[in-house]
C-alpha cells in the first residue's frame, strides 16, 4: 500500500510553508520517528519526523521549494502490506512505488510529527489517516488523560496544529469550572464577525511608479504574514493610543546595583527585563485589562504571558515569558536572553511563540523616543517603549534635569477603555519609578 505525506500544519495558522531539506531519498527506508525533512515557516525551521513505516517511494516536491501549501502531497511511502506487493529496493532511485492491485487511485495521507529542536520535545500531528475524519482529533495522550478523568474530548476546543486536542487543552479542562468548558457545538453556533473584504491591490505603475526603476525582492513567508495579520488588526479592531513619560532614574540605579551585586553569578537586567515584570505585576494589579476580546465574552486571562518583539531578518518574532508576574529578574533575564538568541536562529518551537496576552515592543535602544505600536491579535493591548533620556522636568516648583521615558500602550477598544488603559499605565509608572515595590 502506497501513502502519501503531506505538507504537515506546524502551527494552528500555517498556510504554507518551504521544504528547507530533505533528510531522505527515494529508496530510503523509514521508521516511525525518523527525522525526514526540515520545514520552515513564517517563523521557525522544523524538523518533520515520520510516523508511518515504509520505504520512500517517489519525493513529489524539491527540496529549496517555496509556498507549498499546507496538506499537499510532498512524497510518496510504499508501507509492506499483506497483497504480496513488496517496497523498492534501498537504493532505488527515484522510481515510483506501485500500488497494489485495487488500491484507490487517491492513496491515504501519511501523519507527519514535527519538533523545532533537536530534542524532539513537542509532536503534531499533519494529518489523520483515512476514516478518522468521524473521530474526534485528539493526542493518544490527551485521550487516555481524557478518559481517566471522565472528560467528554467533544466538549472540548483542542488548541493543537489544526484543532488538535492536546494534554494542555485536558489540564485546562480540569482546572476550569464545568460551565466555563467551551463546547465546539456553541462555538459553531456563535455568530460570526463580519469581515471587510481586502482593498483591491493598486500596482506601482498604476499609480505613477515608472516600470524598471525599482528592484523587485520576493515576499517571504514571514513578510507575508506579517503584512496579513497587521492589515487584519489595524483594519478590524478598533484601537487608541495613550502615553505617558516615567522618570526611570531610581530604575537605572537599582539596575545598576543589581549587576553589581550578582554579576559575578551571571546576572545581567536590563531595563527590558524591568519592563517585562513591571508590565506583568501592573496586569495583575489591574486584572481587567489581562483580556482578550473575543465574540462570546471578553477573555479575562490567569496569567500576564508577556510577549517580547524580537527583531530578526526579514522581520520579528514574539517569543513569550509566559506567567512573567511569579519571576524573578534574573529569571527574566535568562530566559529571555535564550529566547531571543533561538529566535534569531529560528529555532523556537510554536508554544514559545504562539499566544500570550500582552505585547512588548522596546524600540529605545534604537533611540526611538515615542512610537505606537499595532495589536497583535488577541492581545487586549500592546506597549510601545521608547528611549530614556535626559530632559528639564518640574520638580518643587523648579526646573530640574531627570532621564524621562516615553511609553505609550496601543488599546483594543472593545476590550481596554480609556480609564482602564489609564489605570494600567498608572500601575506600571508605579512600579518602574519605585522599582522596591517589584518586590512586594
Known amino acids: 500500500m502506497s501513502i ?44 518533520v519526523e515520520a510516523v508511518d513505516e515504509g520505504v520512500i517511494a517517489e519525493i513529489l516536491v524539491a527540496e529549496g521549494t517555496q509556498g507549498v501549501k499546507v496538506n499537499t502531497p510532498i512524497a510518496v511511502l510504499a508501507g509492506d502490506d499483506s497483497t504480496g506487493t513488496r517496497p523498492p529496493p534501498r537504493g ?23 519538533d523545532s529542536s533537536p530534542s524532539r520535545g513537542s509532536t503534531v500531528s499533519s494529518s489523520g489517516r483515512r476514516g478518522e475524519a468521524d473521530r474526534t482529533f485528539a493526542s493518544p495522550l490527551a485521550r487516555r488523560l481524557a478518559q481517566q478523568n471522565n472528560i467528554d474530548l467533544a466538549a472540548l476546543n483542542g488548541t493543537g496544529p489544526q484543532g488538535r486536542i492536546v494534554k494542555a487543552d485536558i489540564d485546562a479542562a480540569l482546572k476550569a469550572p464545568k460551565q466555563a468548558q467551551p463546547s465546539r457545538e456553541l462555538t459553531r453556533q456563535a455568530p460570526a464577525e463580519e469581515k471587510r473584504a481586502p482593498a483591491p491591490y493598486k500596482s506601482l505603475e498604476s499609480q505613477g511608479i515608472r516600470p524598471g526603476s525599482y528592484d523587485l525582492v520576493p515576499l517571504d513567508l514571514m513578510r507575508k504574514t506579517i503584512a496579513k495579520r497587521m492589515t487584519e488588526s489595524f483594519r478590524d479592531v478598533p484601537h487608541f493610543p495613550l ?26 537586567i536590563s531595563v527590558n527585563d524591568l519592563c517585562i515584570k513591571a508590565a506583568a505585576l501592573a496586569l495583575k494589579l489591574v486584572p481587567e485589562s489581562n483580556a482578550s476580546y473575543t465574540p462570546d465574552g471578553i477573555a479575562q486571562h490567569h496569567h500576564a504571558d508577556i510577549a517580547v518583539a524580537v527583531a530578526i531578518p526579514g522581520g520579528l518574532i514574539t517569543p513569550i515569558i509566559f506567567a512573567a ?15 531571543a538568541e533561538r ?3 529560528k529555532k523556537l518551537k510554536p508554544e514559545e511563540f504562539q499566544g500570550g496576552t500582552f505585547s512588548i515592543s522596546n524600540m529605545g535602544m534604537m533611540g526611538i523616543k515615542s512610537f505606537a505600536s499595532i495589536i497583535n491579535e488577541p492581545h487586549g493591548m500592546i506597549m510601545s517603549i521608547g528611549a530614556g533620556e535626559k530632559r528639564p522636568v518640574v520638580k518643587n516648583d ?11 500602550v496601543t488599546c483594543d477598544h472593545r476590550v481596554v477603555d480609556g480609564a482602564l488603559g ?3 499605565l498608572k500601575a ?3 512600579f518602574l519609578e519605585d522599582p522596591m515595590a517589584m518586590l512586594l
Not at 505617558?244 to 532614574?249: A, G, L, Q, R
Not at 523648579?398 to 505609550?408: C, D, E, F, G
Open 325 to 339: 508576574e511569579t519571576k524573578g529578574l534574573a529569571q527574566i533575564s535568562h530566559e529571555m536572553a535564550d529566547l
Open 422 to 424: 489609564a489605570a494600567f
Open 243 to 268: 502615553n505617558i513619560d516615567v522618570e526611570i532614574d531610581g530604575l537605572l540605579k537599582a539596575r545598576g546595583e543589581i549587576n553589581k551585586r550578582f554579576g559575578d553569578k551571571g546576572v545581567k
Open 343 to 345: 529566535a534569531r536562529t
Open 92 to 114: 532505488g532511485g527515484g522510481a515510483s512505488a506501485r500500488a497494489p492491485e485495487g488500491a484507490t487511485p487517491s492513496p491515504p495521507q501519511s501523519s507527519l510529527r514535527a
Open 398 to 408: 523648579a526646573l530640574a534635569i531627570a532621564t524621562m521615558m516615553s511609553v505609550t
Open 4 to 47: 502519501q505525506i503531506t505538507m504537515p500544519a506546524l502551527s494552528p495558522t500555517m498556510e504554507e510553508g518551504n521544504l528547507a531539506k530533505w533528510h531522505v531519498k527515494a529508496g530510503d527506508r523509514i521508521e516511525p520517528g525518523q527525522v525526514i525533512a526540515e520545514i520552515e515557516t513564517d517563523k521557525a525551521t522544523m524538523e
Open 428 to 430: 506600571f509608572k508605579g
